[in-house]
C-alpha cells in the first residue's frame, strides 16, 4: 500500500464516513491540533523514566487518538460504528493523575516561566500545543455541536501537563523558574 493517494492534491481531505471537506476547515484545523498534541506528548514521554508515568502518558496519546478520530469522523460514521469515545471516567482519571503528581513539588508562590529541566520543558511545550488545540476545539464547537466531554479532557490535560512540568523539574532536583516580572 503507497502512502500517497493524490487524494488530498486540491487541498481536501477526507473524512471517516466519506465527506470530503476543506483542508483548511476547522474540523481539519481541529484534529490537526490534537495529533500535533499527541506528538508533543510522545515527544515528552520519552524523557520520562518512571514506569507508571509512562503508562499514564501511554493512555493519554491512546486518548487523543480516539479525540482526533472522532473529531476526524462524519455524523453518521459516528453512529454506524463502535468507535470508542472518550468518556468521563477518563476525564476523572486525569484529575486523580493531576491529584498524584502534585503532592511532590512544592507549593506554588509565583507564576513559573516554562522550563527548568529538559523533560519539564517539554511538558511545557506540551501543555501549550494542548491549549492551542483547546482553543481550536473551542472554534469549531460554535459552529458545530462537540461532546462536552472532549472540552474536559483537553482542559484537564492541560492542567496534568503543567503539573508534570513541575514534577519533572522536582525530580530533577531541579527549581521551577519564577516569573520575577517588570523585566526580571
Known sequence: ???????????????????????????????????ELNSAVGWARVAVSDPDLDALLNQIQNDLFEVGAELGSTEDRKKKSAMPLITEPQVEALERAIDKYEEGPPALTSFVLPGGSEGAARFHLARCVCRRAE????????????RAE???????????????????????????????????
Open 1 to 35: 500500500m503507497k502512502i500517497y493517494t493524490k487524494t488530498g492534491d486540491a487541498g481536501e481531505t477526507g473524512l471517516f464516513g466519506g465527506a470530503r471537506v476543506s483542508k483548511a476547515s476547522l474540523r481539519v484545523e481541529a484534529y490537526g491540533e490534537v495529533d
Open 135 to 146: 482553543r481550536s476545539l473551542v472554534e469549531l464547537g460554535a459552529h458545530e455541536t462537540i
Open 150 to 184: 472532549l472540552f474536559r479532557y483537553l482542559n484537564r490535560l492541560s492542567d496534568l501537563l503543567f503539573v508534570l512540568a513541575r514534577y519533572a523539574n522536582h525530580i530533577a532536583g531541579v527549581e521551577d523558574i519564577p516569573w520575577t516580572g517588570q523585566g526580571g
